[in-house]
């Protein structure tokens, strides 16, 4: 498979997963960082390139809403936003997901005003994910790019159904350009097939009501109807991984585990920094030192057991969020780690922070001291200092 | 789908029991995925004259069959035949009143007597 290759942006990588998708209809509303990927999108729609109803809303409340009806009617719909907008959508998020309709929704994340900031930060999604969407992170373009494809076919899976959003560090990545191995269209045509929508509304010989009420006496077992189908998606996610492998050759799982079978001590960090942290990683492989990282890629079903089981043996581990959950003492990720971890007999050592908000640089001396910080804990058996911190801040 | 422990049956919440109004109600894995109802005029299946606080009561001797309580019932629920008042339907009757309230009749032909007395 000769795959071809390119320069893009992370957003002219979403702009060009789209363009191949080719998605019946597209409702989306302009926001930096996201702004470049749907203007480009508007583009192809202009020129003939792709054969989408193109609705440009007046707001994201909008945009959201245009895209559940459009896929409740039975089309293959897509979006785009990025902090404020993705908090302008917040009511019909949850709509989105009980109605069970796969929109496929990417998002350049940024932090959330005030201060206003133009920035990464994963306060958007990270406050996001509960909102029962299917939850996919990317660290780069190319990335960016698998994943836009692979959440087609996730969202609109028969056992799934549900809407996906795929994530990816707002300039960090959104505006840099890097190489990207793109898949010709017609790969990408195949490999996402034809919707099939079930129960669509504009299938006037099967009548059917979308977003009827659900009293007491029906909305618990909607909910646990929700909660099974997102946690039993796993398995589909990883069967789709692997046709993706077949056609791309690059393989995704659940998580990315880069020399973690032998390490002693490990961070666990999503999106851009996962980089950083990497070569962070192959230089003090080199100096003999045994360190490992774990990039969750999907959050929403969060892989639990699997994340026990790779993170299980080490002696120290540091879990790292782009946000904070104020108040809670801990982020977003460490939360969801602790917990994957809760019930082990021997429990690794965590210590928790908070890195490179509102797009703060994270460099490799931010990540060798970390790790540093985790070679005394593995070596002592104890944390000094505090469990939870912000990192690189003027305290 | 099991319940983390046994109740007693006194103290087990009655929505979750699988019945309301004698109908059997489906369970997480029998619904429609997204909560779509595919089966038009289901609505029917519903029978909310659970709802009633006061239900009406319909005095043959004193009414004339002008209909007004017919023509008045804003969910249907007054069945006629051949241009005299039959019964209410009492499976959807919400006990709004307003056919007693409507009722030209002086003495009243129809009166709210509340549920359970």
Not at chain 1, 92 to 109: D, W
Not at chain 1, 157 to 172: A, E, K, Y
Request: include cysteine.
């Amino acid at each position: 498979m000769a795959n071809k290759i390119a320069a893009l942006t992370g957003n002219n990588a979403v702009a060009y997963a789209m363009r191949q998708i080719n998605p019946d209809v597209v409702a989306a509303y302009p926001i930096t960082p996201q702004t470049e990927a749907v203007e480009e999108f508007a583009d192809f729609v202009a020129n003939g390139l792709v054969q989408t109803e193109y609705i440009p809303v007046e707001s994201e409340h909008s945009s959201m809403s245009a895209c559940i009806g459009a896929s409740a009617a039975g089309a293959r719909v897509m979006t785009t936003t990025s902090s404020a907008g993705f908090a302008l959508m917040w009511e019909m998020l949850p709509i989105a997901a009980g109605l069970r309709t796969p929109v496929i929704m990417y998002v350049a994340n940024r932090a959330f005003s005030a201060p206003l900031n133009i920035h990464c930060s994963h306060d958007d999604t990270m406050g996001g994910r509960d909102t029962g969407w299917i939850q996919i992170y990317s660290e780069n373009a190319q990335e960016v790019y698998d994943n836009m494809i692979q959440a087609v076919r996730i969202g609109e899976h028969l056992d799934v159904r549900l809407p996906v959003m795929v994530c990816v560090d707002g300039f960090i990545i959104s505006h840099a350009v890097e190489r990207v191995e793109l898949l010709e269209d017609d790969v990408v045509r195949k490999f996402i097939g034809p919707y099939k929508a079930v129960n669509p509304l504009l299938d006037v010989s099967k009548p059917v009501t979308i977003g009827a009420i659900g009293l007491p006496d029906y909305y618990t077992e909607h909910k646990r109807q929700h909660s099974q189908a997102i946690l039993d998606a796993k398995p589909r996610i990883l069967e789709i991984a692997k046709e993706y492998a077949a056609v791309s050759g690059r393989q995704y799982g659940l998580f990315e585990s880069y020399k973690l079978s032998d390490a002693e001590v490990a961070i666990v960090i999503i999106n851009s920094a996962a980089g950083v942290a990497k070569m962070v990683i192959d230089e003090l492989r080199a100096k003999g030192h045994k360190v490992g990282l774990l990039k969750p890629r999907i959050y929403r079903p969060f892989p639990k057991e699997e994340i026990r089981d790779a993170l299980k043996h080490l002696k120290a581990v540091a879990v790292m969020d782009r946000t904070d959950a104020f108040g809670a003492g801990a982020t977003p990720t460490a939360t969801e780690v602790s917990a994957a971890l809760y019930g082990l007999p021997k429990v690794p050592l965590m210590i928790n922070y908070v890195y490179g908000l509102g797009g703060r640089d994270i460099s490799p001396a931010d990540i060798q001291g970390v790790y540093n910080r985790l070679f005394d804990i593995a070596k002592t058996g104890k944390i000094t200092g505090k469990v939870f911190d912000y990192l690189n801040v003027r305290d | 789908m099991e319940s983390p422990q046994a109740v007693p049956e006194h103290r087990s919440a009655s929505r979750s029991e699988g019945h309301l109004c004698g109908a059997k109600l489906k369970n997480a894995k029998e619904m429609p995925i997204g909560s779509a109802i595919t089966t038009p005029g289901s609505a029917a299946e519903y029978k909310t004259g659970s709802w009633r606080n006061y239900r009406p009561i319909h005095d043959k001797a004193k009414c004339t069959n002008c209909l007004f309580c017919w023509l008045y019932c804003p969910e249907g629920c007054v069945k006629v035949k051949d241009g005299k008042f039959v019964e209410f339907d009492y499976d959807y009757c919400k006990g709004c009143g307003i056919c007693a309230e409507e009722c030209p009749v002086k003495e009243k032909a129809i009166k709210m007597v509340e549920e359970g007395k």
